[in-house]
């Protein structure tokens, strides 16, 4: 978007749309606001009363509603402001606690892993359990695992479990711990597969079997004071980063305990949609009761603060461990381990089970949403959601495809069509897609992430981080700087990997803010109130320091966050203030 012409255009036609009424307690004027109102519209000025919008206009037109001794005028000095940002998916109770015991360092190689593990093999007492998960292959510079006789050297007087995902590596004295040996048999019934080398032996590499460690870790001692004081450290680091409102996709009775009682004390300074999870195996009987339960809940009642908007279960394995469910095979890899050339992934439930499950989410009139990372999966979903349509009209309901990183070509337009919401992690893109390529080839990414297909087939997707451990917007797992997200939509740039990754999905700036406001707000439900900066809205924005319209594209990524308003409350300064 050119601006100023474009300014000066939009301002001569921006409605004055002040409310009847009392004069505002604020205006905010002379800035740059990006209202992502349904035309994009920038103005100049907005005012606030009983922390909603009330007015949006220029200068003039908004300082004229100011009474003295009541309404108090902040002068944002040119400066661009946005509506609060927001993140359709984060971890954040269990992101908190990640380094309670202990920082962990950033790991870009197999080397940074082994010095980890080494140095816990210090402190640790020998023959207690060491730990490490979530560190992906797919980020690794050699990516691929490191092996159990470097995982040996490493900690030789320690079971050392390396996890990623549902699979995990092991050593020697993890394997003997666990009685895993070449004479292994498999007998709970369940998925699961023993890596094993030309001899016979296994490798270390346990696929969906972390369930047979034999883990006995000391228990880390937490107080719900701990995990307050850490979520609120999390959420603090939230606003620090223009984040107001955010989606919990695996929201449990643990977190949402948490969240209340910050709601109670009035500390809760991220609005929080919950994505309920519920048993997946078991009795179908049981399942559809808890469904039930949680159609029942009293937080499905509408509030500006914290809702259960549905529910999320997983439906398949990842893309960065080697077990999404892909509608072709894998083929054999290096890089995942992988020998069986018609492997095609994990699929945990099957489209038999998954039907009443979304039927009776369907039902209750709530949003369900499955973990999706193949097109497999994400194309058994779907089917199952026009099989829902036939009999309840989904359309209003929003159904979810989280994550769906690998879609298809009539995947886009059929989630245009049923109203499906993705909710995609971009920065995946930008830290997996060099591995991925080198796994699939270019050609078959052709729809990974396709969001401009998706906005030009006139469906709607929102953007998140799936932040799932460690507080850092840059060296959490997954990152979750919203601005980083918005310039790998534009750019499709991936770290370690030349060019562009299918540029012609690339969004727009305009798109790319919007995808973290108002298409995020409309996934939550929460679009009457949240998502622009609109008279009738909750006054939740930021001010940050550049223009992201029209600022060099690099520049976008390291945007810094001046201000963080929470209707109309301030709740973050860069100036400490
Ligand atoms: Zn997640």
């Given at each position: 978007?050119?601006?100023?012409?474009?300014l000066?255009?939009?301002?001569?036609?921006?409605p004055?749309?002040?409310?009847?009424?009392?004069?505002?307690?604020?205006?905010?004027h002379s800035g740059?606001i990006?209202?992502?109102?349904?035309?994009f519209?920038?103005?100049e000025?907005?005012?606030?009363?009983?922390?909603?919008?009330?007015?949006?206009?220029?200068?003039?037109?908004?300082?004229?509603?100011?009474?003295?001794?009541?309404?108090?005028?902040h002068d944002?000095?040119g400066r661009?402001?946005?509506p609060?940002?927001?993140?359709?998916?984060?971890?954040?109770?269990?992101?908190?606690?990640?380094?309670?015991?202990?920082?962990?360092?950033?790991?870009?190689?197999?080397?940074d892993?082994?010095?980890?593990?080494?140095?816990?093999?210090?402190?640790?007492?020998?023959?207690?359990?060491?730990?490490?998960s979530?560190?992906?292959?797919?980020?690794?510079?050699?990516?691929?695992?490191?092996?159990?006789?470097?995982?040996?050297?490493?900690a030789?007087?320690?079971p050392?479990?390396?996890?990623?995902?549902?699979?995990?590596?092991?050593?020697?004295?993890?394997?003997a711990?666990?009685?895993i040996?070449?004479?292994f048999?498999?007998?709970?019934?369940?998925?699961?597969?023993?890596?094993?080398?030309a001899n016979?032996?296994?490798t270390?590499l346990?696929?969906?079997?972390?369930?047979?460690?034999?883990?006995?870790?000391?228990?880390?001692?937490t107080?719900?004071?701990?995990?307050?004081?850490?979520l609120?450290d999390?959420?603090?680091?939230?606003?620090?980063?223009?984040l107001?409102?955010?989606?919990?996709?695996?929201?449990?009775?643990?977190s949402?305990?948490?969240?209340?009682n910050?709601?109670?004390?009035?500390?809760l300074?991220?609005?929080?949609?919950?994505?309920?999870t519920?048993?997946?195996?078991?009795?179908?009987?049981?399942?559809?009761?808890?469904?039930?339960e949680?159609?029942?809940h009293?937080?499905?009642?509408e509030?500006?603060?914290?809702?259960i908007?549905?529910?999320?279960?997983?439906?398949?394995?990842?893309?960065?461990?080697?077990?999404?469910?892909?509608?072709?095979?894998w083929?054999v890899?290096?890089?995942?381990?992988?020998?069986?050339?018609?492997?095609?992934?994990?699929?945990?439930?099957?489209?038999?089970?998954?039907?009443?499950?979304?039927?009776?989410?369907?039902?209750?009139?709530?949003?369900?949403?499955?973990?999706?990372?193949?097109d497999?999966?994400v194309?058994?979903?779907?089917?199952?959601?026009?099989?829902?349509?036939a009999?309840?009209?989904?359309?209003?309901?929003?159904?979810?495809?989280?994550?769906?990183?690998?879609?298809?070509?009539?995947?886009?337009e059929?989630?245009?069509?049923?109203?499906?919401?993705?909710?995609?992690?971009?920065?995946?893109?930008?830290?997996?897609?060099?591995?991925?390529v080198?796994?699939?080839?270019?050609?078959?990414?052709?729809?990974?992430?396709?969001?401009?297909s998706?906005?030009?087939?006139?469906?709607?997707a929102?953007g998140?981080?799936?932040?799932?451990?460690?507080?850092?917007?840059?060296r959490?797992?997954?990152?979750?700087n919203?601005?980083?997200?918005?310039?790998?939509?534009?750019?499709r740039?991936?770290?370690?990997?030349?060019?562009?990754?299918?540029?012609?999905?690339?969004?727009?700036?305009?798109?790319?803010?919007?995808?973290?406001?108002?298409?995020?707000?409309?996934?939550l439900?929460?679009?009457?109130?949240?998502?622009s900066?609109?008279?009738?809205?909750?006054?939740?924005?930021i001010?940050?320091?550049?223009d992201l319209?029209?600022?060099?594209?690099?520049?976008?990524?390291?945007?810094r966050?001046?201000?963080?308003?929470?209707?109309?409350?301030?709740?973050?300064?860069?100036?400490?203030?």
């Amino acid at each position: 978007m050119k601006s100023p012409l474009l300014l000066v255009a939009c301002l001569a036609l921006a409605p004055l749309s002040a409310a009847e009424g009392p004069p505002p307690e604020a205006v905010f004027h002379s800035g740059k606001i990006v209202t992502v109102n349904r035309d994009f519209t920038l103005s100049e000025a907005f005012a606030v009363r009983g922390g909603r919008i009330v007015g949006v206009g220029t200068t003039a037109q908004m300082r004229a509603l100011a009474r003295p001794g009541v309404t108090e005028l902040h002068d944002l000095g040119g400066r661009m402001v946005l509506p609060g940002l927001i993140d359709s998916h984060v971890h954040p109770s269990a992101a908190a606690m990640t380094e309670f015991e202990h920082r962990i360092p950033d790991m870009d190689t197999i080397a940074d892993v082994l010095a980890y593990i080494a140095g816990r093999a210090k402190v640790e007492p020998p023959g207690d359990w060491i730990s490490l998960s979530q560190v992906f292959i797919t980020r690794l510079k050699e990516a691929r695992f490191p092996t159990r006789a470097e995982l040996d050297a490493a900690a030789p007087h320690h079971p050392v479990a390396f996890h990623t995902g549902p699979d995990v590596m092991v050593n020697s004295l993890a394997l003997a711990r666990s009685g895993i040996d070449r004479n292994f048999v498999l007998k709970d019934g369940r998925e699961g597969y023993l890596e094993k080398d030309a001899n016979g032996e296994p490798t270390g590499l346990l696929r969906s079997l972390a369930r047979l460690l034999k883990k006995t870790s000391r228990s880390v001692k937490t107080t719900d004071a701990d995990r307050l004081k850490w979520l609120g450290d999390l959420f603090q680091d939230y606003n620090k980063i223009g984040l107001t409102t955010v989606a919990d996709r695996g929201a449990n009775a643990q977190s949402i305990k948490l969240y209340e009682n910050m709601l109670g004390r009035g500390d809760l300074k991220v609005r929080v949609a919950l994505s309920h999870t519920f048993p997946t195996s078991g009795s179908p009987e049981a399942i559809l009761k808890s469904i039930d339960e949680l159609a029942a809940h009293p937080l499905r009642a509408e509030s500006g603060w914290l809702r259960i908007i549905g529910t999320k279960m997983w439906l398949d394995g990842g893309m960065l461990t080697g077990s999404a469910y892909m509608l072709k095979p894998w083929g054999v890899s290096t890089i995942y381990g992988i020998q069986d050339p018609l492997y095609r992934g994990v699929l945990n439930v099957s489209p038999e089970q998954l039907l009443p499950m979304v039927r009776r989410v369907a039902k209750h009139g709530m949003q369900f949403t499955a973990h999706v990372q193949g097109d497999g999966a994400v194309t058994t979903l779907m089917d199952i959601y026009e099989r829902v349509n036939a009999e309840i009209p989904i359309k209003n309901l929003r159904m979810g495809l989280t994550h769906s990183s690998f879609m298809t070509r009539e995947t886009v337009e059929r989630v245009a069509r049923l109203g499906v919401v993705p909710d995609i992690q971009p920065i995946w893109l930008y830290l997996d897609a060099r591995t991925l390529v080198q796994q699939f080839g270019y050609d078959r990414m052709r729809y990974f992430q396709p969001l401009r297909s998706l906005l030009a087939a006139g469906g709607i997707a929102g953007g998140g981080s799936d932040h799932m451990q460690k507080i850092g917007d840059l060296r959490s797992i997954n990152p979750y700087n919203p601005f980083l997200g918005m310039w790998i939509t534009i750019t499709r740039g991936a770290k370690w990997y030349e060019g562009q990754l299918h540029p012609e999905e690339a969004l727009t700036r305009r798109q790319a803010i919007e995808f973290y406001t108002r298409n995020n707000a409309t996934l939550l439900f929460w679009e009457k109130e949240l998502g622009s900066i609109e008279t009738g809205k909750r006054a939740d924005f930021i001010v940050i320091d550049r223009d992201l319209l029209n600022c060099p594209i690099d520049d976008l990524k390291t945007t810094r966050v001046l201000q963080t308003w929470l209707e109309a409350k301030r709740v973050y300064s860069s100036s400490g203030q």
